[in-house]
């Protein structure tokens, strides 16, 4: 089923995480992939730009249905095979409403973290025209996003997922955002519920399987957000 499946990807990309868990979570192992380097900009070749013009990754083909962006993606993985792997939308309205907001507020926090970390590593910004006090506003409306995540967590109780007691779509692709916040040296004893959400989910069998090959070649963990 999963052989007329393509993923073009980028390790560590949160997007490309997003939908290999999605992936795996709906037992569709097996699919044809290929591994771009983000750092040496493959994601501009010729092979991804054919099918995706703006030359961005993750780029997912089924059959002759092209989705490039991820919460796409996985919507459409979980609407295509809804009988097969994990049920990924609950059917109840309360989580599902709960699921959709998170989901959707994933992509404010996805940018915060984005801006930090591009900003720091000049990433968006020549060094000649950075200046720290955007450095600084930036962390700090990470700062507040990440109290609110906390918050979230909190009220939900120990173990919970997202969006409830079930795993769903809102831990498939907001996972992804915090996995790269403690990669980059986020404290866990600063942010106890996300590091308790990282440690119950980094376990997850299509978390485990999905994780960014350069991070298991050099396990060691940045210091970028130690301060944050």
């Given at each position: 089923?999963?052989?007329?499946?393509?993923?073009?990807?980028?390790?560590?990309?949160p997007?490309?995480?997003?939908?290999?868990?999605?992936?795996?979570?709906?037992?569709?192992?097996?699919?044809n992939?290929?591994l771009f380097?983000?750092?040496?900009?493959?994601?501009?070749?010729?092979?991804?730009?054919?099918?995706?013009?703006?030359g961005?990754?993750?780029?997912?083909?089924?059959g002759?249905?092209?989705?490039?962006e991820?919460?796409a993606?996985?919507?459409y993985l979980?609407?295509?095979?809804?009988s097969?792997?994990?049920?990924?939308?609950?059917?109840?309205p309360a989580?599902?409403?709960?699921?959709?907001q998170?989901?959707?507020?994933?992509?404010?926090?996805?940018?915060?973290l984005n801006?930090v970390?591009?900003?720091?590593?000049?990433?968006?910004?020549?060094e000649g025209?950075?200046?720290?006090?955007?450095?600084?506003?930036?962390?700090?409306?990470l700062?507040?996003e990440?109290r609110?995540w906390?918050?979230?967590?909190q009220?939900?109780g120990?173990?919970?997922?997202?969006?409830?007691?079930?795993?769903?779509?809102?831990d498939?692709?907001?996972?992804?955002?915090?996995g790269?916040?403690?990669?980059?040296?986020?404290?866990?004893?600063?942010?106890?519920?996300?590091?308790e959400?990282?440690?119950?989910?980094?376990?997850?069998?299509?978390?485990k399987?999905?994780?960014?090959?350069h991070?298991?070649?050099?396990?060691?963990?940045?210091?970028?957000?130690?301060?944050i």
């Amino acid at each position: 089923m999963a052989k007329d499946m393509t993923l073009l990807w980028g390790s560590g990309s949160p997007p490309c995480w997003r939908v290999l868990i999605a992936l795996e979570e709906k037992s569709l192992q097996g699919y044809n992939q290929k591994l771009f380097s983000l750092e040496k900009l493959e994601h501009k070749f010729k092979e991804v730009l054919d099918i995706n013009p703006r030359g961005q990754l993750p780029t997912f083909k089924h059959g002759d249905n092209v989705i490039n962006e991820s919460y796409a993606a996985c919507f459409y993985l979980e609407s295509q095979f809804k009988s097969q792997g994990t049920k990924l939308i609950p059917d109840g309205p309360a989580e599902q409403a709960l699921m959709y907001q998170r989901m959707f507020e994933g992509l404010t926090f996805y940018e915060k973290l984005n801006v930090v970390i591009y900003y720091t590593f000049n990433w968006f910004v020549p060094e000649g025209e950075r200046h720290e006090s955007a450095l600084k506003r930036n962390k700090e409306a990470l700062v507040s996003e990440l109290r609110l995540w906390e918050s979230y967590l909190q009220k939900l109780g120990s173990g919970s997922y997202l969006a409830g007691p079930s795993f769903t779509l809102a831990d498939v692709v907001v996972f992804p955002t915090v996995g790269a916040l403690f990669r980059f040296g986020l404290s866990p004893e600063r942010y106890p519920k996300l590091g308790e959400y990282y440690n119950l989910l980094k376990e997850r069998p299509s978390v485990k399987a999905s994780w960014p090959p350069h991070w298991l070649e050099n396990p060691k963990r940045l210091d970028t957000l130690k301060d944050i």
